[in-house]
């Protein structure tokens, strides 16, 4: 019988990660050789192969070695498995890399990345350890731990080492800087507006070092400053609005505030603020809608239709020519139809009430417990009178709110410091007075349902 040693042989790459077995002699008659799994083992100890051994392999040898193709992979090593890097995984779509959405045309809205108070912004991921490998011979082969991921909370975020992750403490814009991931509550545009920057919407504040040109859209939920001009575009704001220049509106466009709107002029535009207007210099031909007072520093009002809470100061309302200028305090006609139909609401409500009482009354005298249909009339009774009385509530609180927000006609004035001139209409809820002729330093109130006009004492 011939020994393993005399009829084969083993080969070792040279990086040990791979063995072979081969004959080492031509031979075709292997009836002679009688081998079992432990010889080819023991063989393969001998030649420094002890890992990885391919059970199949050994095997094929042992049973049928006349049909083995040699040479035979016997061993193979194991690669290490390196570790991967520490990642910051954000929340949704925060990255600031992705900087735009897909756009449909050139002043589709910039994709700002926002986050609320209180919101998770990103997680830290730990890096892994790996895993190490082996070579045949059975050495070690060692594997390189993942590196850390250097990202620190900055300005306006937290860290939280419970759950590892980073948390916005305000509203505001997510940004890097250095190895610090903050958030900016205000967002600023260098330029005037254009195709590069397209529309803007903002979580936060949103200042812009240039004009505003017509089609554009700027939102903001906190204030927007705009060191320039407004043309026919839209800007609106949860804030206030600040435009150092002025809007020249040509009738198309808004401006509009949850709180103060403060501008250098106002030229065909439009405008709704929440609270005041402030006006520099002038109104010309523009509609405003204003929830308590405009006050026009040094300039006048020609022209337009201004809807006021409380009150409007100006230099001049009107000019020489009688250019028809509307002044109205208290509802305008939006608001008028919204408290008319909230009326309605409420007297429907009231009707229904009083009719689901008599149904009580019918329902308190008769036998329920064994009256199935009667049951279920009286559940429909509660339901409804617990609507109803809902929304009887609601009206009556969408009506105080009216009041509230736009006060009492008496309480309205219209203080003109030069000139009101004549063709100015002049309205206080139902009350109207055309001026037809020239008033130098005056105000205008409603008294006793009736308009008056005195001299500025």
């Not at 045309?105 to 994709?111: A, G, L, N, S, V």
Request: proline letters at 2%; charged letters at 25%.
């Amino acid at each position: 019988m011939k020994l393993l040693e005399n009829i084969f042989k083993v080969n070792v790459s040279q990086d040990k990660m791979l063995a072979e077995i081969d004959v080492s002699e031509q031979e075709e008659d292997f009836t002679t050789l009688q081998m079992t799994k432990s010889d080819v083992i023991a063989f393969l100890q001998k030649n420094n192969v002890t890992n990885g051994i391919l059970e199949e392999t050994i095997f094929s040898i042992v049973n049928d070695t006349s049909k083995v193709t040699y040479p035979i992979t016997i061993a193979k090593g194991k690669k290490p498995v390196h570790g991967k890097d520490g990642q910051l995984q954000y929340i949704s779509d925060f990255n600031p890399d992705n900087a735009w959405e897909k756009k449909q045309d050139f002043r589709d809205i910039m994709q700002i990345p926002s986050v609320k108070k209180g919101e998770k912004i990103a997680t830290l991921i730990a890096p892994t350890d790996g895993e190490a490998g082996f070579d045949v011979s059975g050495a070690t082969i060692p594997s390189y731990p993942g590196k850390k991921v250097v990202v620190k909370a900055g300005k306006n975020v937290v860290y939280r080492e419970a759950d590892q992750c980073f948390y916005a403490t305000i509203d505001g814009q997510l940004s890097w800087r250095g190895k610090y991931i903050q958030v900016q509550p205000v967002y600023e545009v260098n330029q005037t507006l254009s195709m590069k920057t397209g529309n803007i919407d903002f979580i936060g504040t949103i200042i812009i070092r240039g004009d505003v040109p017509a089609g554009y859209t700027v939102t903001a939920k906190g204030d927007v400053k705009i060191f320039g001009m407004v043309e026919a575009a839209t800007v609106l704001a949860g804030g206030s609005i600040y435009v150092a220049e002025g809007v020249a509106g040509q009738g198309a466009g808004t401006i509009q505030a949850d709180e103060n709107i403060h501008v250098g002029y106002v030229n065909q535009g439009n405008i709704i603020a929440g609270k005041d207007l402030f006006v520099e210099n002038s109104i010309f031909h523009s509609q405003c809608k204003v929830r308590e007072r405009v006050i026009c520093h040094r300039g006048n009002i020609i022209g337009g239709i201004l809807s006021v809470g409380k009150r409007i100061e100006a230099k001049d309302v009107g000019n020489r020519v009688g250019v028809k200028t509307e002044v109205m305090f208290g509802l305008d006609q939006k608001t008028e139809k919204e408290k008319r139909d909230l009326l309605d609401e409420k007297q429907k409500l009231e009707v229904t009430l009083s009719k689901l009482a008599l149904l009580e009354k019918k329902l308190n005298g008769q036998q329920i417990e064994n009256d199935s249909k009667l049951k279920i009339t009286l559940l429909r009774y509660k339901h409804s009178l617990q609507k109803t009385k809902e929304r009887l509530a609601e009206v009556n609180r969408l009506l105080n709110q009216l009041a509230t927000n736009l006060g009492d006609e008496e309480d309205a004035t219209l203080v003109v410091r030069n000139y009101l001139h004549a063709n100015v209409v002049v309205a206080f809820g139902k009350y109207y007075r055309i001026s037809n002729g020239n008033y130098q330093g005056v105000k205008v109130q409603l008294v006793d349902n009736e308009i008056v006009t005195s001299p500025l004492t």
